[in-house]
C-alpha cells in the first residue's frame, strides 16, 4: 500500500516512516523540507500521487488562536487534494480529551480539524492520543524558574510516543473507521505527581508546587485528559521508560 505521511519528518511522522516501510509499505515522507507547503498547498499533488492512505501528523508553528486558521488552510488543502488524487483514507492524529477543554485555542483548533476531517469527502479514522512521555520536560520548563516548578493536579494518562506511532500504523494499514480510536498509557498520575517523578530521576531537587492556576493543562477539567474505557492501553510504563531515557 503507498501512504504519505504528512509532517514525515518530526518526532512521531520520522517513526511512523520507517515503521511502515519496514512493514513493506511504500511510503512518502512529507513535509518542508521535501518541498510540501500545506498553507499554500504547494507540492500536496506531487506528495498524494499514487497514495491509497494519507497520515496527517503535521502541527500548527503556534498553540495560540492562529492555530485555528492554520488547520482550517491545511486541512481544506490537504482534504482537497486527496479527493484530486483518488485518496481513500485520511488519517489524523489528535488528542484525548480535545473536545472538552474550550479555554485551549490550540485544543479547539484541533476539534476544528476533526469537524472537517469528518464534514470532507474521504473515508477517515482519527486517533486521539495521550500527552507523550517525550512532553514532560516542556511541560516542566513551561512554570518553572530556577527555584521551583509549579504544576496542576490535572490527571494525565501519558504515553511513549512509538506506542502512539504503532497504534498509527495499524489504523493507517486498515480500513477507515470513520470514528475515533483512543491510545493512552497504562497508568494515571496527576501531573504535579509526574514533575516529581521526572525531576527526582534527573537528580533535580527543587520542589514541584501543585498550582490549580499553572500552565495550559490548568484548564483541563477533571478528568478529561484521560483515556475511556474503550481505549487501548500501551505497555510501557513512565518509570520504565524515564529510567532508559536516563541510562542512553
Do not use: C
Not at 9 to 26: C, M, N, P, W, Y
Not at 126 to 155: C, H, Y
Not at 158 to 172: G, H, K, N, R, W
Not at 188 to 207: Q, V
Amino acid at each position: 500500500m503507498k501512504i504519505t505521511v504528512i509532517g514525515g519528518t518530526g518526532l512521531i511522522g520520522s517513526q511512523l516512516v520507517t515503521k511502515l516501510r519496514d512493514a513493506g509499505h511504500e511510503v512518502v515522507a512529507a513535509s518542508l523540507s521535501s518541498g510540501l507547503d500545506l498553507l499554500t498547498g504547494a507540492g500536496l499533488d506531487e506528495a498524494l500521487d499514487g497514495a491509497h492512505t494519507v497520515v496527517n501528523v503535521s502541527n500548527s508553528p503556534t498553540f495560540d488562536e492562529r492555530s485555528l486558521a492554520f488547520f482550517r488552510t491545511t486541512v481544506g488543502n490537504l482534504l482537497g487534494a486527496g479527493e484530486r488524487a483518488g485518496v481513500r483514507h485520511q488519517v489524523a492524529l489528535s488528542i484525548v480529551g480535545v473536545d472538552q477543554v474550550p479555554g485551549l485555542d490550540y485544543y479547539r483548533a484541533k476539534v476544528l480539524q476533526e469537524d472537517l476531517l469528518r464534514g470532507g469527502p474521504t473515508p477517515y479514522s482519527i486517533v486521539r492520543a495521550t500527552q507523550f512521555f517525550e512532553f514532560m520536560d516542556a511541560v516542566i520548563s513551561m512554570t518553572a524558574d530556577d527555584k521551583a516548578v509549579r504544576l496542576p493536579a490535572t490527571p494525565v494518562q501519558p504515553i511513549a510516543s512509538a506506542e502512539v506511532v504503532a497504534a498509527l500504523a495499524d489504523v493507517a494499514a486498515a480500513p477507515p473507521l470513520n470514528g475515533i480510536l483512543e491510545v493512552a498509557g497504562p497508568d494515571t498520575f496527576t501531573l504535579d505527581e509526574l514533575g516529581r517523578l521526572t525531576l527526582a530521576a534527573r537528580k533535580d531537587e527543587r520542589p514541584v508546587i501543585t498550582d490549580a492556576g499553572a500552565g495550559m493543562f490548568a484548564a483541563a477539567p477533571g478528568t478529561v485528559l484521560t483515556a475511556g474505557p474503550d481505549a487501548r492501553l500501551a505497555p510501557t510504563h513512565y518509570e520504565e521508560w524515564l529510567a532508559a531515557s536516563l541510562d542512553g
